[in-house]
């Protein structure tokens, strides 16, 4: 294995230390080297209270690369607020084949994808923004 990987259980030492605690959640993680944190599975024991993202948005915070591995519609939703891009990865370690992985944003992704003097053709234009 090429990459140092380190699986971290929900309420372990390692787990509390980055907020994965048991008390709110199930689940596991994964580190790896230069700070990726692969988020594999939880379950919030408290649903609607915005625990989840608040802890995504910690790891962030403390400088983790965060990916979230094959998230459920509700998670997905979660990280559309967080602005996470839906990107594909191989981890061979834990499944097979091509897997789904959303990644937080980089922060060029963040901004707009044209400058502002670039107007966009008409017929590229969808026409929803404007007042009819």
Known sequence: MG?????????????????????????????????????????????????????????????????????????????QKLHFVRAEESLPEWYEGIIECWRSPVVWLLSPPNPPEEEHTPDENTGSHRVE
């Open 3 to 79: 990459m140092h990987a380190n699986r971290i259980e929900s309420g372990t030492p390692e787990g509390d230390a980055l907020g994965f605690v048991e008390s709110l959640y199930s689940g596991w993680i994964e580190i790896r080297d230069n700070h990726l944190l692969y988020l594999h599975f939880i379950i919030s024991r408290y649903k609607n209270e915005g625990n989840t993202q608040a802890l995504i948005r910690r790891w962030i915070m403390q400088g983790y690369d965060v990916r979230v591995v094959m998230p459920r519609p509700i998670m997905q939703h979660i990280l």
